[in-house]
């Protein structure tokens, strides 16, 4: 059966820290998407990760895929409270947009 | 408005209703997703659309679910003699397979089965 998991599930963080979010998934697949989810509200893109060894970054948020890992990374810089939200990582292993989402990780960013 | 749209955002149910949820994708693109999310959960794939062609049906989780999507843009989920568990939020997503396949999701609809 096909896992996606994400740690930490829950992370409370002070503004200004560092932190990263780990996705890891337990079959092969290229291609890793990030979403963030407001409370009561739907997904919004924030990366899509194509190919082993993609990184790509936007503002304090960086995300990066190693495919031979099967491991993702979101990484958070300098946290700001505006960053407070469920992040989550989906992937796509058969190549036919049925995406598996992760757990989440339900981010709160402390002032 | 160029986004995904979904209608009613809201719904309460009562046990052994029939309900209809609506998806207007962007115009445009041909592929058309529906995802359950339970609260506190990720979203769990639920079936697809290629056009009007429901190309993977197998996330349905009972048939008293339905999905059509007749003329390739607008999708309808029906859920008949809804039960409690259905109670869940419904999103729907398109996606251009021209371009980066990536699938953008509309705001869903919240339904509570009483």
């Known amino acids: 059966e096909l896992k996606v998991e994400q740690n930490p599930l829950f992370l409370s963080m002070q503004e200004g820290k560092n932190y990263t979010i780990y996705c890891n998934y337990s079959t092969t697949s290229d291609r890793l998407y990030w979403y963030r989810q407001d409370p009561g509200k739907s997904l919004e893109s924030l990366f899509v990760?194509?190919?082993?060894?993609a990184v790509k970054q936007e503002g304090r948020l960086m995300a990066s895929l190693d495919t031979k890992a099967r491991l993702s990374t979101l990484h958070i810089t300098a946290a700001v409270h505006d960053l407070s939200a469920t992040y989550f990582c989906a992937v796509d292993p058969s190549g036919t947009y049925k995406y598996i989402f992760g757990t989440g990780t339900r981010l709160k960013v402390l002032a | 408005g160029a986004g995904v749209s979904q209608s009613p955002r809201y719904k309460v149910a009562k046990r052994g209703q029939d309900v209809a949820l609506r998806c207007d994708p962007i115009?445009?693109?041909?592929?058309l997703f529906w995802y359950q999310q339970a609260l506190g959960q990720g979203p769990e794939f639920l079936t697809y659309f290629q056009n009007e062609a429901q190309l993977d049906k197998s996330g349905l989780p009972s048939d008293r679910f339905f999905a059509e999507r007749p003329e390739g843009s607008v999708s309808t989920l029906k859920i008949q003699r809804t039960q409690q568990e259905d109670s869940a939020v419904y999103l729907c997503?398109?996606?251009?397979?021209?371009?980066?396949?990536?699938?953008?999701f509309g705001p869903g609809t919240r339904l509570t089965v009483t």
């Open positions: 990760l194509l190919s082993n060894g």
């Open positions: 997503a398109s996606s251009s397979r021209a371009l980066s396949y990536e699938q953008y």
């Open positions: 115009s445009g693109h041909v592929s």
